[in-house]
């Protein structure tokens, strides 16, 4: 590929070094729709190449809410599943593209986020787990007939708590029931790998981001409603990144190794998420089969997340 820069040469840079973080909104060029019909796509282009910007703490916000749902036993599935397909391009050359983004979004949630964690932060990026393959809300299951003559302390002791109790979904239910507006964030070091292992500024290049809508209400939804649609709606989707201002010792040496690294090469290989389906043999074992060479780690994921 053409030569643009080598990452990993460009220093660190410490608090003294910084005189002003701010966040700015950047919002979407548009929303391009193709004649043929194929799913939306939400585009980025980042072209302040004058300021010096820190991506790897960026966010992609998204306004999003369930048509037509009333009170009905619907909701969003985890994590939202917003975007099949993720892109983004340095200098327009393709640095990574994503299949399932919200598929890595999850995994990503599984090996970052303790409970803890998860019940401060990870809510903002829609992450309740379904605890069961079930759209039940109801946490308690009665055992026994209900008669008017039986007491209370009776009745309580045939209460117990519901198999088919889903906390996740019963979550996300109370978020999205009514129509109301959910706001979800990601931080795009959760969504693009090359975010989270390269963490410094970056300058000088236009930068630009590729979300490619679902096209399938279906994919996105968890309900045990039959025959009746729903829509999803996306009101409004924009990205906040935050642009640092180096002080006059800061910023002279990195604008002397830009000038001095022009022809350097981006040093970083995406690592591929393939998603391969179980095989059950005559004796009822389950096994997977991979054809990568490298296989770096295996989650095994509920079809119903």
Avoid at 98 to 111: D, Q
Avoid at 127 to 141: G, L
Wanted: proline share 4%; glycine share 4%.
């Amino acid at each position: 590929m053409e030569k643009i820069w080598e990452f990993t040469k460009i220093s660190n840079y410490y608090e003294n070094d910084i005189e002003r973080v701010y966040y700015k909104e950047h919002k979407v060029d548009g929303v391009v729709i193709d004649p043929d019909k194929t799913p939306q796509m939400y585009t980025f282009t980042i072209s302040d190449t004058n300021d010096a910007i820190l991506f790897s703490e960026g966010y992609i916000c998204i306004d999003v809410k369930i048509l037509n749902n009333s009170e009905d036993n619907v909701t969003l599935v985890n994590t939202g599943n917003l975007f099949p397909k993720a892109a983004f391009y340095i200098g327009g050359h393709t640095v990574e593209e994503i299949m399932k983004p919200s598929l890595v979004h999850y995994i990503h949630s599984l090996g970052n986020f303790t409970n803890d964690f998860i019940s401060s932060v990870a809510t903002n990026m829609f992450i309740f787990k379904d605890t069961v393959d079930s759209a039940d809300r109801e946490p308690f299951t009665f055992v026994g007939n209900h008669g008017d003559t039986e007491k209370m302390p009776s009745l309580i002791k045939k209460m117990k708590l519901n198999d088919k109790y889903n906390k996740g979904f019963d979550q996300r239910y109370n978020l999205t029931k009514n129509s109301k507006l959910n706001k979800i964030i990601i931080p795009l070091n959760q969504m693009f790998r090359f975010f989270n292992d390269f963490r410094k500024l970056m300058t000088g290049i236009e930068v630009k981001f590729e979300f490619m809508r679902n096209e399938l209400t279906s994919n996105m939804l968890y309900t045990d409603v039959l025959n009746k649609n729903y829509n999803v709606s996306i009101p409004k989707i924009t990205m906040w990144l935050p642009h640092v201002r180096l002080n006059p010792e800061a910023s002279s040496k990195y604008l002397k190794f830009l000038e001095s690294n022009v022809n350097l090469e981006i040093g970083w290989t995406a690592p591929i998420l393939r998603e391969c389906g179980p095989y059950k043999d005559d004796s009822g074992t389950i096994s997977v089969k991979f054809t990568a060479e490298d296989i770096l780690s295996i989650f095994v994921i509920p079809q119903y997340i």
